[in-house]
T-cell receptor, first 115, second 117 residues
Framework: DVKVTQSSRYLVKRTGEKVFLECVQD?????MFWYRQDPGLGLRLIYF???????EKGDIPEGYSVSREKKERFSLILESASTNQTSMYLC??????????????FGPGTRLLVL | AQSVSQHNHHVILSEAASLELGCNYS??????LFWYVQYPGQHLQLLLK??????LVKGIKGFEAEFIKSKFSFNLRKPSVQWSDTAEYFC???????????????FGKGTKLSVIP
């Protein structure tokens, strides 16, 4: 079974802090994704990566950056956390470059509260 | 860019009732379609997907969905729901052909299903 793990289930941070969310997948998937999930808004793509050191902006990249130094690990960075970034963050991975044909496998999510 | 509309925000059913969750998408070309489910406290997981061929797709746990191209719809159905089907359901769409480096999977806002024993 594909396993996608996220470093924290719950995080509480203060406004202005730098926040790192880590995601690791164990199935040698090329593609990795970061979404945020908010009630009534569904899932919105923040960034994705189709290879090491490659990244592309999703629908809502403002206020976020990402890092992918190794194939199995994809980090989401909030340079200066703000209260409107309080949300559930989901990481996902999929097998091939042809993302439109591949199932995405999701991690358990990190619920971030910014005070 | 494509968009996905899920008409029902919250559906409440009694056990053994039939289920149909609506999903409509907006996109001018060929698409691939997905239904994902998120049970309380669990990961989001794939329920079923459509790429091509038979427009009636069967997924896990007795769910099925029918792709009706003329209506831009991909409704999810189950003939008899159980309490364990209580979850949030997300429809998602992606263009069937994407260039290298591009990515356009779009999710709907989700439908919460509550099944009353």
């Amino acid at each position: 079974d594909v396993k996608v793990t996220q470093s924290s289930r719950y995080l509480v941070k203060r406004t202005g802090e730098k926040v790192f969310l880590e995601c690791v997948q164990d199935m040698d998937h090329e593609n990795m994704f970061w979404y945020r999930q908010d009630p009534g808004l569904g899932l919105r793509l923040i960034y994705f990566s189709y290879d090491v050191k490659m990244k592309e902006k999703g629908d809502i990249p403002e206020g976020y950056s990402v890092s992918r130094e190794k194939k199995e690990r994809f980090s989401l960075i909030l340079e200066s956390a703000s209260t409107n970034q309080t949300s559930m963050y989901l990481c996902a991975s999929s097998l091939k470059l042809a993302v439109y044909q591949e199932t995405q496998y999701f991690g358990p999510g990190t619920r971030l509260l910014v005070l | 860019a494509q968009s996905v509309s899920q008409h029902n925000h919250h559906v409440i059913l009694s056990e053994a009732a039939s289920l149909e969750l609506g999903c409509n998408y907006s996109y001018g070309g060929t698409v691939n379609l997905f239904w994902y489910v998120q049970y309380p406290g669990q990961h989001l997981q794939l329920l079923l997907k459509y790429f091509s061929g038979d427009p009636l797709v069967k997924g896990i746990k007795g769910f099925e969905a029918e792709f009706i191209k003329s209506k831009f719809s991909f409704n999810l159905r189950k003939p008899s729901v159980q309490w364990s089907d209580t979850a949030e359901y997300f429809c998602a769409v992606t263009p069937a052909y994407s260039g290298a480096g591009s990515y356009q999977l779009t999710f709907g806002k989700g439908t919460k299903l509550s099944v009353i024993p």
